[in-house]
């Protein structure tokens, strides 16, 4: 079974501090995977898909495929950058013939940054 | 644009009782997904819909069932409630079932006592 791993529960950074939020996956198929993000009070909503390599709001990740991570990351965390994050490989598998993607997510991880 | 809409937002049932949420999807959105959150947990996938049938299940008990409608709007349907079923319910919806960005809902809050 397709299994996410984020370690840290509670993450706690200063303003201006680099910050990396760890995930690690085991899972068969495709190598996709994102990350959402959960700001207070707001619906989830993605923040990083890896096969875009596009960076949102200054985070970058790359899939490292011989340790199996995809550790999100940023130079210089802000206060605003404060909320939930998910790591969340997707399948994408065949269901009487149709393919259909889900995603697996991690537990999540609670970034807090500090003034 | 008009993004994924769920309802009701917060709903109370006792233990054996039959519920109903309501989930609008995106525009030019065909496919809807259902995840169930608990709390301190991840969402965790119960399953999809394409084409006005399931496509695609994850580990949910088969009292979890669903329907979607002409329009690509949808239901999830649990029938005998039970206390673990309370959580907070979230829609996806997506351009296409293979596609794996999906764009999220509120969620419905189910609380069963």
């Known amino acids: 079974a397709q299994r996410v791993t984020q370690p840290e529960k509670l993450l706690s950074v200063f303003k201006g501090a680099p910050v990396e939020l760890k995930c690690n996956y085991s899972?068969?198929?495709?190598?996709?995977l994102f990350w959402y993000v959960q700001y207070s009070r707001q619906r989830l909503q993605l923040l990083l898909r890896?096969?875009s390599r596009e960076s949102i709001k200054g985070f970058t990740a790359d899939l490292n495929k011989g340790e199996t991570s995809f550790h999100l990351k940023k130079p210089f965390a802000q206060e605003e950058d404060s909320a939930m994050y998910y790591c969340?490989?997707?399948?994408?598998?065949?269901?009487?013939?149709?393919?259909?993607?889900?995603?697996?997510f991690g537990q999540g991880t609670i970034l807090t940054v500090h003034p | 644009e008009t993004g994924v809409t769920q309802s009701p937002t917060h709903l109370i049932k006792t233990r054996g009782q039959q519920v109903t949420l309501r989930c609008s999807s995106q525009?030019?959105?065909?496919?809807v997904s259902w995840y169930q959150q608990a709390l301190g947990q991840g969402p965790q996938f119960i399953f999809q819909?394409?084409?006005?049938?399931?496509?695609g299940r994850g580990n949910f008990p088969p009292r979890f069932s669903g329907l979607q409608f002409p329009n690509y709007s949808s239901e999830l349907n649990v029938n005998a409630l039970e206390l673990d079923d309370s959580a907070l319910y979230l829609c996806?919806?997506?351009?296409?079932?293979?596609?794996?960005?999906?764009?999220f809902g509120p969620g419905t809050r189910l609380t069963v006592l």
């Open positions: 899972y068969s198929g495709s190598p996709e």
């Open positions: 525009s030019g959105h065909n496919t």
């Open positions: 969340a490989p997707p399948t994408v598998a065949n269901a009487g013939g149709t393919s259909y993607g889900k995603l697996t």
């Open positions: 996806a919806s997506s351009p296409s079932p293979g596609d794996n960005e999906q764009f």
């Open positions: 890896h096969i």
């Open positions: 819909y394409y084409r006005e049938e399931e496509n």
